[in-house]
């Protein structure tokens, strides 16, 4: 593994977009395709902590980095249950 923070941020990336296609793509079949969403979601969530970490360089300032994450997480929490709505009301 390279000791740059900034390709080790790049092959986080790359690993969670890859698990991202494998998750939509493969398991859609073996899947509930609401469990399916739920982790697509959640892997987007951790692509977007790495992008605002390293890539705004929030690891530098981490009341911000607290705060953005917060926010986040609020976001990705009215996004899910945006998502799961249907699937309670059938």
Do not use: E, H
């Not at 593994?1 to 296609?21: C, D, E, H, I």
């Not at 793509?25 to 390293?54: C, E, F, N, Q, Y």
Request: glycine content about 6%.
């Amino acid at each position: 593994m390279t000791r740059n923070p900034t390709t080790n941020a790049w092959l986080q990336l790359l690993l969670l977009s890859g698990l991202s296609v494998v998750l939509a793509a493969g398991a859609a079949g073996l899947l509930d395709p609401s469990v399916t969403g739920v982790l697509v979601l959640a892997l987007a969530w951790m692509k977007a902590r790495v992008i605002l970490s390293r890539y705004l360089g929030l690891w530098q300032a981490p009341v911000w980095q607290s705060g953005f994450n917060w926010v986040l997480a609020l976001y990705c929490s009215l996004l899910l249950a945006l998502y799961l709505i249907p699937a309670f009301n059938s």
